[in-house]
């Protein structure tokens, strides 16, 4: 029993140590398993916390550029801003200049009326006198006639005592009848109250002519006076300033697609050229090369140039222009007191704005020559407002003649008659350049205006180099006839003096030489104005007396 007891005793410790064992081997072999799984976690862990924090920095970095991003927007949004603000100050400041300039305008405008008006003024107070002159004349002039009156009544009742003393002698001498002898009596009588007769009209006449001349001078003298008008030269270019030399390649354009299309929708020659801040707009329409200075100004303004922006500036440009042109000739119309007028013929004469000869503004020519007109027709007691309408319209053709085929009187006739202008105002217009007859003292009025406007010095204006050839080309024709002995071209080109030899020339030969001359100037020269050719034959007789 015993051994079995401590056999089993022995077992059961055994089996209990084994157990303890186990346990412990059990429980350091979980131990082990459980540390490895808490380092596998706490590595995972570290993993995490790691990816957190990059996906943290990451996030802070986004934040930190969309943060920088909004920044960039502000200050680009105040930059833009700030560059509106800019523009709208350039825009008020441009503003406030044009208003100044027209302000300016309008007032140097109603100086030069009031100054108008008072040299109107002063001319009517000179007229007075002149009036109050010719009253006096006329008053001297009818005493005279009186005195004349009543001497040739004396000397007719002297003349009839002669013929009756005549008479009666007569009859005692020759014993005539009384039919005889009145006969003989007025035949001896009548020659010498012939030549009293012929005195008496010549120095009348000499007296009318001098007067008439006098009276002349002194009407065309008050028209120019109170017409007088500044004259403003135009060439065939523009000029358009830029605002720096980066904008001439923005204005060619990629491949010089920009200028071909400017050049294409405006007609005008854009030149670029080495010029600093320059460029040049060439054509001879001044009205295309008017659009196309406004076009470029725009573009260059606004700093979007391509050709969709080219085009809608140069309609809007167009558009500007063609309104400038209806109200300069309203305002033509309302500076000459002309109220009723087809409007497209008023639009027409709106086109001489752009148009100049030799110079010469044709609408300030036009103007002029209409204000002429019309002081020399009230100075005369004809149609004041018909003269001055006529005036205004001698050179509507110009308007047009660049487009329709003919010279510009004919195109001037067509649109008068066109728009129903009244048959002197056409004869005027037809007239103006001795191509037809002129049917009405009006038409004289409108070739004198024409001719003091665009021949008076400083109107028209040419190049040295036209002038000189002008000069020589006409000495050279009044030159090259058989006789003439020497030629002048004096008075700016305005008046040729030939010297003739007497021996080769008669004085009936000298009228038929300056005829002819001037129809050679007219025909192969082209110049402004009238030229007045002078033929002088001088024979000079010498002797000496030793």
Do not use: C
Not at 320 to 332: F, K
Not at 350 to 379: C, D, F, P, W
Not at 469 to 479: C, F, K, S, W
């Amino acid at each position: 029993m015993t051994n079995t007891t401590l056999i089993l005793a022995g077992v059961a410790v055994i089996f209990l140590i084994s157990i303890v064992v186990g346990f412990l081997i059990g429980y350091g072999v979980r131990k082990h398993l459980w540390e490895s799984k808490a380092a596998n976690a706490r590595h995972d862990a570290d993993h995490i916390l790691a990816d957190a924090r990059a996906e943290v920095e990451t996030a802070k970095a986004e934040v930190l550029a969309q943060k920088q991003a909004a920044e960039a927007v502000k200050r680009d949004a105040e930059t833009d801003k700030k560059a509106k603000i800019l523009e709208a100050q350039e825009e008020i400041r441009d503003y406030r200049q044009k208003v100044e300039d027209e302000l300016n305008v309008r007032r140097d405008e109603a100086a030069r009326k009031e100054n108008r008006l008072q040299q109107k003024e002063d001319t009517l107070d000179h007229r007075s006198s002149m009036l109050d002159d010719r009253e006096n004349q006329l008053t001297q002039k009818k005493n005279q006639i009186k005195q004349q009156e009543e001497r040739v009544s004396q000397k007719l009742a002297e003349a009839d005592e002669l013929v009756a003393q005549r008479q009666a002698k007569l009859l005692e001498v020759a014993r005539l009848d009384e039919d005889e002898a009145k006969k003989l009596v007025l035949a001896n009588v009548s020659d010498h109250l012939v030549k009293e007769k012929a005195d008496m009209i010549r120095a009348n006449q000499e007296e009318i002519d001098a007067k008439a001349d006098r009276y002349a001078h002194q009407v065309i003298i008050d028209a120019i006076q109170s017409s007088a008008a500044d004259t403003v030269a135009e060439t065939t270019v523009s000029v358009v300033d830029l605002p720096n030399d980066d904008m001439k390649g923005r204005i060619i354009g990629r491949e010089g697609r920009n200028i071909r299309s400017f050049e294409a929708m405006t007609g005008v020659d854009l030149i670029i050229d080495d010029t600093p801040k320059t460029v040049t707009l060439s054509g001879f329409d001044s009205i295309r090369r008017e659009v196309a200075k406004r076009a470029l100004q725009k573009l260059i303004k606004d700093g979007r140039i391509h050709p969709a922006r080219i085009e809608e500036m140069v309609d809007k440009a167009r558009k500007e222009v063609n309104d400038d042109i209806y109200e300069a000739g309203e305002s033509a119309l309302m500076e000459l007191g002309i109220h009723r007028m087809n409007p497209e013929l008023v639009k027409t004469l709106g086109r001489l704005k752009y148009r100049t000869s030799y110079g010469q503004n044709v609408l300030a020519h036009s103007i002029e020559v209409g204000k002429l007109a019309g002081t020399m027709a009230a100075e005369l007691g004809l149609d004041e407002k018909l003269a001055v309408r006529a005036g205004l319209l001698h050179d509507i053709g110009k308007a047009i003649d660049h487009d329709i085929e003919g010279s510009h009187v004919e195109i001037g006739v067509e649109l008068a008659r066109k728009y129903h202008e009244p048959d002197l105002v056409v004869n005027a217009i037809a007239a103006h350049h001795g191509d037809v007859p002129k049917l009405s003292f009006i038409a004289e009025l409108v070739v004198a205006a024409d001719t003091i406007s665009s021949a008076r010095p400083g109107a028209r204006s040419e190049s040295l180099e036209n002038y000189i050839r002008r000069l020589t080309e006409l000495e050279d024709i009044a030159g090259s006839y058989d006789g003439v002995k020497q030629a002048y071209a004096i008075q700016a080109g305005r008046e040729v003096r030939v010297m003739v030899e007497p021996g080769k020339i008669s004085d009936e030969q000298t009228t038929v030489l300056a005829h002819e001359i001037r129809d050679r100037i007219e025909k192969e020269l082209d110049y402004p104005g009238n030229i007045k050719i002078t033929v002088i034959r001088e024979k000079r007789a010498v002797a000496v007396a030793k």
